[in-house]
């Protein structure tokens, strides 16, 4: 069974930082490129970082510098470092594959809020 368990979000102030981990099971996680992906009340689902399997990244212009993707495959695990969090950058967080045929269900994301 494909499931992707997300954590690390939480409540913090503008310019501050977090971590968010995502650990996959079910799926061959090393041949897959995994992203992060975000989505703020109101608005569509966004693709703001990404690996490759070997380890290529790609970030979208408004996070470039702030955030770091990163992978484990012995843990079967993507991490996302993110620093100078703004109050834009809230949302739910999600990981799934990335450019896969079929991508992998859905978790339950994990909510990053940044507020004074």
């Known amino acids: 069974q494909v499931q992707l368990v997300e954590s690390g979000g939480g409540l913090v102030q503008p310019g501050g930082s977090l971590r968010l981990s995502c650990a996959a099971s079910?799926?061959?996680?090393?041949?897959?490129?995994m992203g992060w992906y975000r989505q703020a009340p109101g608005k569509q689902r966004e693709l703001v970082a990404r690996?490759?399997?070997?380890?290529?990244?790609e970030y979208v212009d408004s996070v470039k510098g702030r955030f770091t993707i990163s992978r484990d495959n012995a843990k079967n695990t993507v991490y996302l470092q993110m620093n100078s969090l703004k109050p834009e950058d809230t949302a739910v967080y999600y990981c799934?594959?990335?450019?896969?045929?079929?991508?992998?269900?859905w978790g339950q994301g994990t909510q990053v809020t940044v507020s004074s």
């Open positions: 799934n594959k990335v450019g896969a045929a079929i991508q992998a269900p």
């Open positions: 079910g799926i061959m996680f090393r041949i897959y490129a």
């Open positions: 690996i490759t399997s070997n380890g290529a990244t």
